[in-house]
């Protein structure tokens, strides 16, 4: 597909994620829009790095490594709606969405990728799954987007992307957190477990700002920075869930 074929694909794709700019003045609105997050997520500089992005989705935090010299990025997602951890209680809503929706997992990746002529490439893989033969080798550094959430089991993910770093790197964390939580007990690992919630589709954890300190711990990679605040929805308002940033290494 050249950037001709991409840029009309794009206006018949049923749905992005990812708010994408693809060049040229082109920007296709996604439901999510991450872009400010960058600057305070990603090293300003990624030269000569081989990169990884966990859950890519429509690819943002690949597209946005290569931007910062990545010698390389491979984006990992799942194929195959049915192979998300969904909440029991709501998996077959769920898969019969996805089903309707007439998306096909991966076509958004392979689209922006073609439009914005990147290198970076997205190889269907289950994070449980993840290892250096998958990749093709190790990475030096590890985007993990808003995907922890949506895991029964974010430590043993978190030891996969582990297994994969080379010596020397480290993964950074986004995600989304309880405001609720980290303000209630600071000090303690805790999360808010949703689901069983009725309006809750996707997610199982939302941890405070303590617990996304202590997946990684727990998986071997403990923090290396400070947990900074990216987003918060409703500013004095306990209410709406922060995103947070941590960036972790091997211990
Ligand atoms: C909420 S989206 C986040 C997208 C992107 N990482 C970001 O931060 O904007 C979660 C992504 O993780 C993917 N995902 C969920 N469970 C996964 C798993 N077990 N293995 C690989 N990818 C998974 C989903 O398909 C989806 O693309």
Request: proline fraction near 8%; charged fraction near 20%; glycine fraction near 10%.
């Amino acid at each position: 597909m050249d950037r001709t074929e991409a840029l009309d694909a794009v206006r018949t794709h049923p749905g992005w994620y990812h708010t994408l700019d693809l060049g040229g003045g082109v920007v296709v609105e996604g439901s999510v829009d991450v872009r400010p997050f960058v600057e305070r997520a990603l090293p300003r500089s990624l030269a000569g790095k081989r990169c990884l992005d966990v859950g890519t989705f429509d690819g943002f935090w690949a597209f946005a490594m290569e931007e910062r010299g990545a010698s390389s990025v491979v984006g990992i997602d799942v194929d195959d709606t049915t192979q998300l951890e969904h909440p029991p209680l709501k998996r077959v809503g769920n898969v019969a969405t996805a089903r309707k929706s007439g998306i096909v997992p991966g076509e958004g990746f392979r689209i922006a990728a073609a439009a914005r002529g990147s290198a970076a490439r997205r190889v269907s893989c289950n994070v449980y799954d993840l290892d250096v033969e998958t990749l093709g080798g190790s990475v030096d550094f590890v985007l993990v987007g808003a995907i922890l959430q949506h895991l029964r089991d974010p430590v043993k993910a978190l030891e996969r992307v582990r297994s994969v770093l080379a010596p020397g790197g480290c993964a950074v964390l986004v995600e989304t957190v309880s405001t609720r939580l980290s303000l209630l007990q600071p000090r303690t690992p805790v999360a808010e477990f949703r689901p069983a919630m009725p309006e809750n589709r996707f997610t199982w954890w939302v941890p405070n700002l303590s617990l996304l300190r202590a997946w990684p711990t727990a998986a071997g990679m403990p923090p290396v920075s400070k947990v900074p605040v990216l987003h918060r929805p409703l500013r004095g308002n306990a209410k709406g869930d922060w995103i947070a940033a941590v960036k972790v290494a091997p211990a």
